[in-house]
């Protein structure tokens, strides 16, 4: 016994010894850390201050490390990167050396390999819904229309409390889907609900797959995958419309005069060819559906309370969308010409954020930054975004929410001017889509949908807020930021104000 007993520690000692040489050769031990300390065990520990205070603690490496520091996840490092310079060296690094489809470690065990393998829903959305916006467009305001009035029902002269994230959620919800996938699946409230939940349960995989190390994730994944879950779910809702339209494109072909103009269709006509299965399509429209929804209805849920918080914020906007609809109509042309509602949209999402990161890479080899900085094959790379947005270096009063600021440097006010200052366009300083040939395909489509639901709820209802007229604070969990989940607005229905029929 003595004898097994003394090769069994021999064996743990060098185990250990072994993982303290890992350790201390470790390249990314190199880069500052903040958030806890960095020695093993302890940096684990320092993973679980993070879910609580990570703003605090990015914000304190982005003013110490002037550059590049790491942070504690639970069962991996995360290297982040500030400054105009290293935010466009990820932005030029191409996918061989930073892979942004690899920024996520847990996809590969959640989502079909056939979805991973071929992302080409993401370039759907970049080249056909963005490409047939004008042909989408009359049907979203439609649904607009519809949608506003079933979920925000108030009578003049009286004030109505809402509470705008869920309610937002399900518009924002069957919006997307008219123009996702149609009448009448769009207003299906037992679809819609899926799809606003896929989202919390894609998030939910992922915290359980990190508690667990890489060689036990693909089996956890076996028994605990929500994903897969609610991809089952949604088969049932697009099964016969699937089949149903690749029946009519095989007997009607180039004769199919009325093929839908519709996200879905832009699915199958890349789907169909490659015999994919409707499960894997199901999940791509999820996928879909969950960056369509959730940043969107945070974003126009900030952007609301704003306004009922700051009335006088809401003349100028009406005076701009009255007269962009009298000149226009209610199109795209009219949207593109609201300058203070698209202000309005940049400065909330700068402002409040999606995240606190951005821009999420995977480095696919080892690989040096510009600034000295040695990054190990397999670290994940990200841009300090809220600590970005928030720097007064960068921007003047960047503390300070300013709803018209971005309109204002369009007109010339401080050089800003120009394009730059549109609610979709990229930079350096502003990432909240990302930044190259990778940021947020579905940009265009998500500020169009929100200029129409913003527009119309400015001209038909008057807002404001309850109790001590203060808005609540932002809540942040881990990475994300996000509004109050309780934040309540009170509606009126302005009088003879309908400006949609």
Known sequence: MDDYRQVALALLAAGIATYAVR??????????????????????????????????????????????FKI????RWMVVVSGRELVEELRKRGDEELSAPGGSQESRYIFEPEVLADEYHVEVVKEKLTRKLPAVLPDVIDEVTVAVKDHIVTREDEWTS??????????????????????????????LSLAVDFAVDFMKSVIVLRLFPG??????ALFYNLVKQDTARAVPFLRPIIEAR?????????????????????LL?????????????????????????????????????HLAEE??????????????????????AALANMWMLDSLLRETLRFHGIGLLAMGRKAMKDLTLRDGTHVPRGALVQVAAYATHHDSALLARADAFDAFRYARMRSGEGGGGGARQQFTSTSAEYVPFGHGAHACPGRYFAANELKAMLAYVVLNYDLRLGGDGAREPDVFVAMAAVPAPTTRVLFRKRGGGSQVQ
Not at 72 to 75: G, I, K, S, T, Y
Not at 163 to 182: D, H, L, T, W, Y
Not at 281 to 288: G, N, S, V, W
Request: aromatic share 8%; charged share 25%.
């Open 269 to 305: 006509d890349k789907a169909t060819p490659k015999n994919e299965s409707v499960f894997a399509i199901a999940q791509r429209l999820l996928t879909l559906n969950f960056a369509a929804i959730h940043t969107s209805s945070n974003t126009i849920t900030h952007a609301l309370t």
């Open 162 to 191: 809402v509470e705008v994230m869920p309610v937002m959620q399900k518009i924002i919800a069957r919006v997307s889907n008219r123009a996702f996938v149609g009448l009448p699946l769009c207003r299906n409230e037992e679809y």
């Open 23 to 68: 350790w201390y050769t470790d390249p990314l031990r190199a880069i500052p850390t903040v958030g806890g300390s960095s020695l093993p065990g302890l940096s684990w520990l320092a993973a679980f201050r993070m879910l609580g205070d990570c703003r605090d603690v990015l914000e304190e490496g982005y003013r110490k490390a002037h550059g590049t």
């Open 215 to 220: 060689f036990l994730k693909p089996i956890v």
């Open 246 to 266: 690749q029946r009519a494109a095989v007997d009607l072909g180039e004769g199919w005069n009325d093929k839908p103009t519709d996200l879905l269709q832009f």
């Open 72 to 75: 504690p996840a639970l069962d």
């Open 311 to 332: 009335p006088e914020l809401v003349e100028p906007l009406r005076d701009e969308i009255e007269k962009s609809i009298a000149a226009d109509g209610w199109t795209g």
